[in-house]
């Protein structure tokens, strides 16, 4: 069995593998294979999966991929992560991927499937839409809907028919990725020494460029390793760091934080892989309908959802709580407006809560870091001093 550096080292080359080599190599094993790529926050992967489909996320290149034609794209006000995208997508990056599906994040996002439709990459790309309305009766119909919509494009490329037993054998094999995923978090809550935020960044990444069977392997044989007994706890303070959204923090942004004085307890870098905080029925005669269900009602919190019956600001302090932690750092995308306009909520109801936080803005490809490593170590120092004082 690999130990957990061979798992960890497996993992971060998986993640920023721009050429998405190990999902390529999938596909060319059966004729009938397609690859979906889609952006976060969130998508129902499981449909994907049931019509010998593997969903791929595209996070674009961080500071891996230089930007040089895709500026010109995009105005200079707006997020980096859309440039990134349409900079792989023109160097050829997602050749051989069949079609793509752009999540209702934000109107960037939308324009980003606009242009890959005039581009012409991929067989099809289609912006799907999430409900907004939380009835089932309205939002849950339309969102079968736009899972069938996807379907059915699938299905014109390989002609594969969805069943219900197919979809809830995927349903099954996610559901087991999301319990293992939370597993890692739940150990790391009491134990962060023995796995760190990087590392765990780089195993959740992984899981969304290769089949889920693969991954939920990785998981569980890295359960097994973070569950012995190894290393000593340092002088830090927990923390839950959230806004990264969709445009995802450079890893040594991550790593700052941890050398700062941190241990990062949760985060939302990866939500998508965590967004339904249930099992899904998986032995329902209508399987559509409970990806339906979990979703309208068990979604994970976030800017491009909007929860007005379950405030998020209230389910943000939960998680604090549950976690344990010492406060909360919010490093929302610049330009990034649903994060920046969730950021005064977000801090009114921690100053409500008592809870202390810091608020720093990034950029995917931002290489200067002195400032938020300054930043956040004073925010650990004093959270010491504080308790010390108490």
Not at 39 to 54: C, D, K, Q, S, T
Not at 167 to 192: A, V
Not at 225 to 252: L, W
């Amino acid at each position: 069995m690999p130990n957990l550096k061979e798992l960890a080292d497996k993992c971060e080359n998986l993640a920023f593998d721009l050429n998405f080599t190990e999902a390529k190599s999938w596909k060319a094993k059966d004729s009938k294979r397609v690859i979906i790529g889609y952006m976060p926050v969130y998508f129902p992967r499981e449909i994907i999966h049931a019509v010998n489909g593997l969903a791929v996320g595209i996070l674009g290149g961080g500071d891996r991929k230089q930007i040089v034609v895709g500026d010109a794209y995009y105005q200079s006000y707006i997020c980096h992560i859309p440039r990134g995208i349409i900079e792989m997508a023109l160097s050829g990056h997602f050749t051989g991927f069949d079609g793509f599906v752009f999540p209702s994040i934000c109107d960037v996002i939308r324009n980003l499937s606009g242009m890959f439709q005039m581009s012409k990459i991929g067989q099809f790309a289609k912006y799907m839409d999430f409900p907004q309305d939380f009835n089932p009766e309205i939002g849950g119909k339309f969102y079968i809907q736009e899972m069938d919509s996807v379907l059915s494009k699938i299905k014109e490329i390989n002609g594969v028919e969805l069943t219900v037993e197919n979809l809830n054998r995927s349903i099954g094999l996610y559901n087991k990725n999301r319990k293992l995923i939370e597993r890692i978090y739940d150990i790391r809550q009491s134990y962060p020494w023995r796995l760190s935020a990087v590392d765990t960044y780089h195993i959740i990444r992984a899981g969304m460029v290769i089949p889920v069977e693969e991954h939920n392997e990785i998981l569980e044989q890295l359960i097994e390793e973070i569950s012995k007994e190894f290393g000593d706890p340092m002088d830090k303070i927990k923390v839950v760091v959230t806004g990264a959204f969709c445009e995802q923090p450079p890893v040594s942004l991550i790593r700052t934080i941890e050398l700062a004085g941190c241990y990062v307890v949760d985060d939302d870098f990866m939500l998508g892989s965590r967004w339904l905080q249930t099992q899904v029925d998986d032995t329902t005669d209508n399987p559509k309908l409970a990806l339906s269900d979990a979703y309208l009602n068990y979604s994970a919190f976030s800017s491009s959802v909007y929860d007005v019956g379950n405030p998020k600001s209230k389910r943000l302090i939960e998680l604090v709580k549950r976690r344990k932690a010492d406060g909360i750092i919010f490093a929302a995308p610049s330009f990034c407006d649903p994060a920046l306009l969730d950021k005064p909520i977000y801090n009114q109801e921690c100053d409500k809560a008592g809870i202390r936080y810091i608020n720093f803005q990034y950029h995917e490809n931002i290489g200067q870091f002195k400032v938020i490593k300054e930043q956040v170590g004073a925010f650990s120092d004093s959270i010491k001093l504080w308790d010390v004082e108490a």
